[in-house]
């Protein structure tokens, strides 16, 4: 299972700020494309966000589902990344002296990508979580200013979702 941690210079709701706005998934998610909420109210359970993964030429449309959230500390997901299969994935935060420690837990579920996990992927996730936590930290880091304030949530463009 890959396990991986940061210490986040920020306050525990500065970062759940960035990971309850689903705009913002692709600029923290190592391989993602422009994310958009699909269904429900994220990151509340059952809701679902869409994506697309580009390995090379090819583009897969993926979505991720809020499976379990405990607002504010810990958001458990889903990642369905079609013929690949599925993954969980976890993010937890908890307070750690003016800071944050952020846990990842990322292990996959079902299809190919379950039957053929291995100790060599297990070290590439592990690579992949040490970038995500640096792009999640510089995503809290850009979002304040001054001691504790926070930024108003970011607006985007809206843009074409290529599938239904």
């Known amino acids: 299972m890959a396990v991986r941690h940061r210490v986040i210079k920020a306050d525990p709701a500065a970062v759940w700020d960035v990971l309850a706005d689903g705009h913002r998934y692709a600029e923290w998610v190592v391989g993602t494309g422009a994310s958009r909420p699909r269904l429900g109210q ?3 359970k059952d809701a679902t ?3 697309e993964i580009r390995l090379g030429p090819l583009k897969l ?3 991720t589902v809020v499976r379990h959230c405990r607002e504010g500390s ?3 997901l889903e990642i369905i ?3 690949l299969g599925s ?3 976890s993010i937890e935060l908890r307070e750690w002296g003016e800071h944050c420690l952020v846990l ?3 292990h ?3 299809g190919p990508g379950a039957l053929l996990h291995n100790v060599g992927v297990e070290a590439l996730i592990q690579i992949r979580h040490r970038f995500m936590l640096a792009r999640l930290d510089r995503c809290c880091q850009d979002g304040r200013s001054g001691d504790r304030q926070r930024s108003a949530p970011r607006t985007r463009p809206a843009q074409g979702t290529g599938h239904a």
Do not use: K
Request: proline residues 8%; glycine residues 8%.
């Open 42 to 44: 994220w990151p509340q």
């Open 49 to 51: 966000l869409a994506y």
């Open 61 to 63: 449309g993926n979505e």
């Open 74 to 76: 810990l958001l458990e």
């Open 81 to 83: 990344a079609g013929f």
């Open 87 to 89: 993954a969980r994935f």
């Open 104 to 106: 990842v837990d990322e």
């Open 108 to 110: 996959p579920l079902q």
